[in-house]
């Protein structure tokens, strides 16, 4: 038997950390634990801000992307890596200042002709509000463009070169807020540096736009003078205009007030989806998602399902983990009923006694969007809401000439950027609203059923209940 000895065991003098060490990361830990709650409260807190969505309009070179650039500089909006990217850039252009514009013009093409084509979105967000901004492109051959850009906005903000004064596109892109119906429109009235700074030119561009302004129907109109090159009145205040008493514009789009812009007296809710887990803990649920377009709903409310006429009454109110104890627009949410009723995608509910328009025949102003011209008695395919139909153009009422608003009842041909009154005909029923009364429901757009291109978008006018559809 062989005996192997064991090594002897080894004590390990204990190393005492040093408090050089332990309170630097000490510190490192805490700061880190600091940053993550406050990231956590500021998360919260940017996620229950006011929303607001606004638009750029006006003519070529008027500054509308430079201005976006400087409002987004001055708010302190922009990444140093954005920024050093944009000052190489300027330097290789030759630039005498930081283009700021190069910031949205996002297209090689529009940075080699210095102009806007595609729409941009840029988001930022100030201390009492969070804003999602849509770049337009003010050639008139892309007036597609700003029309996709401005129909979800909140408002709108519309250039002037205070060289220039009220242009041809400055009318149009007025016509088109007031036919969207942006509840608030901004005249900037830029490169007041150009001029001098002088308040008579501001004052007679002002009363030239208040002259074309009355023959709209544009709910709140305000003015600000700017030089978006310079900074002047965009975050903060100009020193060179001491005439000029008004909020700067960065102030203007804090404290507009939108609570008001949705429809909040007739109640709409266009099913997007009926929901079916099939699971142990929902076998028997059955709800119907979509977003509120109208009005309020609660609990025990009754409600009439579009288009059977059937009725029951709201069991509860869900979003993901959550009962709500009640819901407006543009609130996006899943309703139960105490009853089982077919309902499915492209069904509206809506409460007794306050029901929109059913019909198939249809009056809408129609801004078309694409190079072929409107064929009439053509078939198209319609989306309206969540419901998908088919349609066939009927007639061309008139055509409008956006430059004097004038109604051209003979001229029938409807081609790109053109605006016209048109009556279609729906394969199956739609529940609509006036646009200027609804935006929601009174809105549809128009595809080719051959390149499933959307070619036209259509306001339903006040004539459709005074027609009785």
Same mark, same amino acid.
């Given at each position: ?104 013009? $996002? ?139 008004? $909020? ?104 007794? $006694? ?116």
């Amino acid at each position: 038997m062989i005996c192997v000895r064991k090594p002897p065991w080894k004590t390990v003098k204990r190393r005492v950390i040093s408090d050089n060490f332990i309170l630097p990361v000490y510190h490192l830990i805490q700061h880190a634990l600091i940053n993550t709650i406050m990231s956590e409260f500021s998360t919260k807190g940017y996620l229950d801000m006011e929303l607001l969505r606004f638009t750029t309009a006006g003519s070529v070179d008027d500054g509308k992307s430079t201005l976006i650039g400087r409002l987004l500089y001055d708010s302190k909006s922009i990444f140093e890596d954005q920024l050093e990217a944009v000052k190489r850039a300027s330097i290789r252009r030759g630039n005498e200042h930081i283009d700021l514009a190069l910031l949205t013009d $996002g297209l090689r093409a529009e940075r080699e002709q210095g102009i806007t084509i595609d729409v941009a979105y840029r988001y930022f967000a100030t201390p009492k509000r969070k804003f999602i901004i849509a770049d337009t492109p003010g050639h008139i051959q892309y007036t597609r463009n700003m029309v996709t850009g401005a129909s979800t906005a909140n408002a709108a903000i519309i250039l002037i070169d205070a060289r220039n004064g009220v242009t041809e596109q400055t009318c149009r892109h007025s016509y088109i807020a007031s036919l969207l119906q942006i509840p608030h429109v901004i005249i900037c009235i830029n490169k007041m540096d150009l001029v001098g700074y002088n308040q008579q030119v501001y004052e007679r561009i002002r009363q030239e736009f208040n002259n074309f302004a009355d023959k709209l129907k544009l709910r709140e109109v305000t003015y600000v003078p700017i030089s978006a090159l310079h900074g002047d009145n965009v975050v903060d205040a100009s020193l060179n205009m001491p005439w000029y008493k008004g $909020g700067t514009l960065r102030h203007v789009l804090e404290h507009i007030e939108i609570g008001n812009d949705h429809n909040l007296e007739d109640p709409r809710f266009p099913v997007q989806h009926v929901i079916r887990p099939l699971s142990d803990e929902y076998h028997d649920y059955r709800g119907y998602a979509g977003r509120v377009a109208g009005g309020f709903f609660r609990p025990g409310d009754k409600v009439t399902v579009l288009p059977s006429m059937l009725s029951s009454t709201i069991k509860s109110i869900d979003i993901y983990n959550e009962t709500l104890d009640e819901a407006w627009p543009p609130m996006s949410v899943t309703f139960s009923l105490e009853d089982d009723i077919d309902i499915s995608r492209g069904d509206m509910l809506v409460k007794p $006694g306050n029901l929109p328009l059913i019909t198939q025949d249809i009056e809408v102003m129609m801004c078309w969007m694409n190079d072929k011209p409107l064929q009439i008695n053509g078939k198209y395919a319609v989306k309206h809401t969540t419901r998908d139909v088919r349609c066939i153009i009927q007639e061309v009422k008139y055509k409008v000439n956006v430059n004097t608003l004038e109604q051209i009842p003979g001229d029938h041909t409807v081609g790109l950027n053109d605006i016209a009154c048109v009556r279609l005909r729906t394969t199956k029923p739609l529940f609509v609203d006036p646009y200027n009364v609804n935006r929601r429901t009174g809105a549809l757009i128009i595809i080719d059923e051959a390149t499933n291109n959307t070619v036209g978008v259509g306001m339903v006018t006040t004539n459709q209940l005074l027609n009785g559809g």
